[in-house]
């Protein structure tokens, strides 16, 4: 797995004045990187943001981007949360019911620590839904302020997929009615409000969707709920002296980056597994950390799931890197460690994510993994295709834009037609320092990775995918088809470069 540049960057208060202009009223379908459309700032601009650009980084020199905060090692004292599983509304077929409020939650022993959560204090529940089903989600805000509900990874209208447009007021509920039209996944959902989507998901708004089809249920692979199958969400917080999450005090304008993490909201996590082959669904749902997972025995796991759905066969790893807003579903053998062992899964400098208590009591999962998962596959007609879309990534801090241009809730950047599938080619564009790693994310739809600078994708990204960690000088086509109409958002899953303006939209007529 190719590795990714952590974010971590505390800018300058002089390298973040005056960024990119959100001008201009549309743009090309086209375009090529070496012209880039300077067209919504004057020179004067353009020469005072790449002099700041240029001066930050000679400042900061990007450390901060591969020496972030470090972690805290996990102790192991609290056995891991795991969020409630959403059951239909009573009397109710297939309507589930999601509300965002406000609560208080005791993190540390004994101190209340302020949260939003969805139908409770802190996160929110597992939907399970099958593809196929005509589902309602009936969304309550009992915020105080305005949110949506974004649906990660779903392939919904436009209507219902919960973007800046589909707000919610405080006191207001909203249906959101679709079919399931996807095959298994793991999936998630958080707020997306503009100008407030990384404080509220920091505050503890996330959740969970799981997605079951004919296939996924007829596989052999761990299925029990709490058992044998775990979801794992990772975030990683700053907590103020007083124990309470201070997002304006924790706010990084690069990416806000905390020391302590939580598991499904669990401080000092640890996962007590029986001797058997355990799933474990791994969501990346921080503000802005990246995370490479591996054990601390290098021993090797097996990858069965990227975002979007099962890989078509089982694939052998030791470690495995998720940048904000990406999954994966992997699977580790207990078979062979008994109560003695020491096992815990590690992250790329070694610090103590998650550690495992064997109970080798618990012991009911011997089968091999299934060696056909799925059947999919980048098309010969998908690769013969032309590049009909062009964005180039660029900036840091509040100096963040997508083809030179910040979001725009009135500007429509791209137009597609529903059921097409057309090639989109993102480049990050490197700066003077090298660059830094951005998550791109596509609303309501799967696509597929065709290739990235030019070469197949590696085993670990070649299944359906709605997030992808982009290097810096990398170039990646991604084929899209969007199967229902609507405006979706793209944009960079570092919540606060989504905030600053590193976002467009696209409409499906």
């Known amino acids: 797995m190719k590795s990714k540049i952590l974010i971590t960057?505390?800018?300058?208060?002089?390298?973040?004045i005056g960024g990119c202009s959100a001008g201009g009223s549309g743009a090309k379908d086209t375009m090529?990187?070496?012209?880039?459309?300077?067209?919504?700032?004057?020179?004067?601009?353009?020469?005072?943001?790449?002099?700041?650009?240029?001066?930050?980084?000679?400042?900061n020199g990007h450390m901060s981007h591969t020496n972030p905060l470090a972690l805290n090692d996990s102790t192991g004292e609290n056995e891991l949360a795991l969020?409630?599983?959403?059951?239909?509304?009573?009397?109710?077929?297939?309507?589930?019911?999601?509300?965002?409020?406000?609560?208080?939650?005791?993190?540390?022993?004994?101190?209340?620590?302020?949260?939003?959560g969805y139908n409770g204090s802190f996160l929110?529940?597992?939907?399970?839904?099958?593809?196929?089903?005509?589902?309602?989600?009936?969304?309550?805000?009992?915020?105080?302020?305005t949110t949506t509900f974004h649906w990660h990874g779903v392939d919904i209208p436009g209507t219902g997929?919960?973007?800046?447009?589909?707000?919610?007021?405080?006191?207001q509920s909203k249906?959101?009615?679709?079919?399931?039209?996807?095959?298994?996944?793991?999936?998630?959902f958080h707020p997306h409000p503009e100008g407030a989507t990384a404080e509220q998901v920091y505050q503890g708004l996330a959740g969970l969707i799981y997605v079951e089809d004919a296939r996924s249920k007829t596989l052999d692979l761990p299925n029990e709920y709490g058992i044998n199958d775990f979801p794992l969400i990772f975030q990683d917080k700053q907590f103020d002296d007083n124990k309470q999450l201070n997002y304006k005090l924790a706010l990084n304008e690069d990416g806000t980056i905390g020391d302590t993490l939580l598991i499904n909201g669990t401080i000092n996590p640890r996962l007590t597994v029986g001797k058997e082959k355990v799933r474990l669904r791994l969501v990346n749902g921080s503000n802005a950390r990246n995370y490479t997972y591996r054990l601390n025995t290098g021993d090797e796991f097996?990858?069965?799931?990227?975002?979007?759905?099962?890989?078509?066969?089982?694939?052998?790893?030791?470690?495995?890197?998720?940048?904000?807003?990406?999954?994966?579903?992997?699977?580790?053998?207990?078979?062979?460690?008994?109560?003695?062992?020491?096992?815990?899964?590690?992250?790329?400098?070694?610090?103590?994510l998650l550690p495992f208590t064997i109970d080798e009591q618990k012991s009911s999962n011997s089968s091999n993994i299934p060696t056909n998962l799925n059947d999919y596959m980048v098309t010969d007609e998908e690769r013969k295709l032309p590049v009909s879309k062009k964005l180039e990534l660029f900036g840091m801090g509040n100096m963040v834009a997508i083809n030179n241009k910040q979001f725009d809730m009135n500007r429509i950047d791209f137009t597609q037609k529903q059921g097409e599938t057309e090639i989109w080619e993102i480049y990050n564009k490197s700066d003077m320092m090298g660059g830094m790693t951005h998550p791109f994310h596509i609303h309501g739809t799967q696509f597929k990775i065709v290739s990235i600078?030019?070469?197949?994708?590696?085993?670990?990204?070649?299944?359906?995918k709605d997030t992808i960690a982009i290097d810096a000088g990398e170039t990646f086509k991604l084929a899209v088809k969007f199967n229902n109409k609507g405006i979706y958002m793209f944009h960079c899953h570092i919540l606060e470069h989504e905030e600053n303006g590193m976002m467009g939209q696209v409409e499906v007529n």
């Open 9 to 16: 960057g505390l800018l300058l208060s002089a390298a973040i």
């Open 32 to 59: 090529d990187h070496s012209k880039m459309d300077h067209s919504n700032m004057s020179e004067e601009e353009m020469q005072q943001m790449n002099g700041e650009m240029e001066s930050s980084e000679m400042e």
């Open 83 to 116: 969020p409630p599983l959403l059951k239909p509304q009573e009397g109710e077929e297939n309507i589930y019911t999601i509300t965002a409020q406000i609560g208080e939650t005791e993190i540390f022993d004994g101190v209340q620590t302020k949260t939003l």
């Open 124 to 145: 929110g529940p597992v939907i399970q839904v099958n593809e196929g089903e005509n589902v309602t989600f009936r969304t309550k805000n009992e915020l105080d302020e």
């Open 161 to 171: 997929d919960g973007g800046p447009h589909n707000y919610v007021e405080p006191g």
């Open 175 to 188: 249906d959101i009615k679709f079919t399931v039209n996807q095959e298994a996944a793991t999936l998630w």
């Open 302 to 352: 097996q990858q069965i799931a990227t975002d979007g759905g099962l890989i078509n066969k089982p694939n052998k790893l030791r470690e495995i890197t998720l940048t904000p807003g990406e999954r994966a579903e992997i699977i580790i053998d207990f078979s062979k460690y008994d109560a003695a062992s020491n096992i815990a899964l590690l992250n790329e400098s070694g610090a103590i």
């Open 453 to 464: 600078d030019g070469q197949e994708p590696p085993a670990s990204e070649q299944g359906w």
